[in-house]
């Protein structure tokens, strides 16, 4: 078992930055690769950005990349989403999950642990 606790989420206005934490405890020894999803109500939760492993393989959904950077420190079991530029369409509850593997999962179901969520809410 892995439990996830994601923070570092808050109000910004349009064109700011926001941190993300992800960190990780319990079976932490095994391989995963980490992503951070978002949704807001209405909408199916959306991967925004993914890790492998290693760090060496990473996703980013079309709208983020660019201004998004995910990264993750394995010796401190955490991984990060640095948001910068950030838009008010940003608006939403990020996730991190965990997906047993080395490379970048791309499906939601993949992902076995999720963290509780953080609300980041960007101002016009």
């Known amino acids: 078992q892995v439990q996830l606790v994601d923070s570092g989420g808050g109000l910004v206005q349009a064109g700011g930055s926001l941190r993300l934490s992800c960190a990780a405890s319990g079976r932490t020894s095994s391989i995963y690769a980490i992503g951070w999803f978002r949704q807001v109500p209405g909408k199916e939760r959306e991967l925004v950005a993914g890790?492998?492993?290693?760090?060496?393989?990473?996703y980013y959904e079309d709208s983020v990349n660019g201004r998004f950077t995910i990264s993750r420190d394995n010796a401190q079991n955490t991984v990060y989403l640095q948001m910068n530029s950030l838009k008010p369409e940003d608006t939403a509850i990020y996730y991190c999950a965990a997906a047993v593997g080395y490379g970048v999962a791309r499906k939601s179901s993949e992902y076995a642990y999720w963290g509780q969520g953080t609300q980041v809410n960007v101002s016009s």
């Open positions: 890790i492998g492993w290693s760090g060496g393989s990473t």
